[in-house]
């Protein structure tokens, strides 16, 4: 059964409650969203679905103690959730590649890289004085992104796969930065 938008937000509000990452859940989904809108203009709607509920099970696992079940577990969360798709189910999982699973796809590398990117871009606002995405610009990005102490826990490398995906890191801090603008009021940026 082919999963809708609403479907997928029902399922994220009912397995995830901290505000944090709902608000992380919808960046996910803005980034995927815009970078469907260049890779795959035809499944702009599935791309943000995947970002929705790239960590569905954040709440449900122990993945602070075992990053192997950070994936899985969401995985089968869907499946009794009544949800059969194994393109989500492996962009899920390959979202984080300790859970044994690497990316291959474009859609999966697109979910690799939008992950920490959502963080970082949030990282970057909260340093200007209004704490406002509407202040962040680009060449921000990329500048914080050269500073390794900057946002340590970012995974740059991750950040960097969107490269497989033939969107530069440069293209990707743009598209990142103006899909969370579209929703900054939801993200409190």
């Not at 709440?59 to 079940?69: A, G, K, R, Y």
């Not at 959730?81 to 989500?88: F, K, Q, S, Y």
């Not at 740059?156 to 009021?185: H, P, V």
Request: glycine share 6%; proline share 3%; hydrophobic share 40%.
């Amino acid at each position: 059964m082919a999963i809708t938008r609403q479907q997928a937000h029902e399922i994220l509000l009912k397995y995830m409650q901290g505000e944090n990452y709902i608000q992380h859940s919808y960046a996910v989904e803005a980034i995927m969203k815009g970078l469907a809108k260049k890779l795959a203009p035809d499944q702009v709607e599935y791309w943000g679905i995947c970002g929705l509920l790239h960590d569905l099970d954040e709440e449900q696992c122990d993945w602070q103690h075992d990053m192997s079940v950070h994936g899985p577990t969401s995985v089968e969360i869907l499946k009794k959730e009544g949800i059969e798709d194994p393109v989500l189910f492996d962009a899920i999982k390959a979202h984080n590649p300790k859970c044994g699973m690497k990316a291959k796809t474009t859609l999966q590398y697109a979910l690799l890289a939008a992950d920490p990117m959502s963080g970082f871009v949030k990282a970057v606002a909260q340093i200007y004085p209004d704490k406002k995405l509407a202040s962040v610009k680009t060449k921000s990005i990329l500048k914080r992104f050269n500073e390794l102490r900057f946002a340590a826990g970012a995974n740059r490398d991750y950040m960097e796969s969107i490269e497989f995906t033939g969107i530069s890191l440069e293209e990707f801090a743009q598209i990142a930065k103006d899909s969370m603008l579209e929703i900054a009021d939801e993200l409190g940026l």
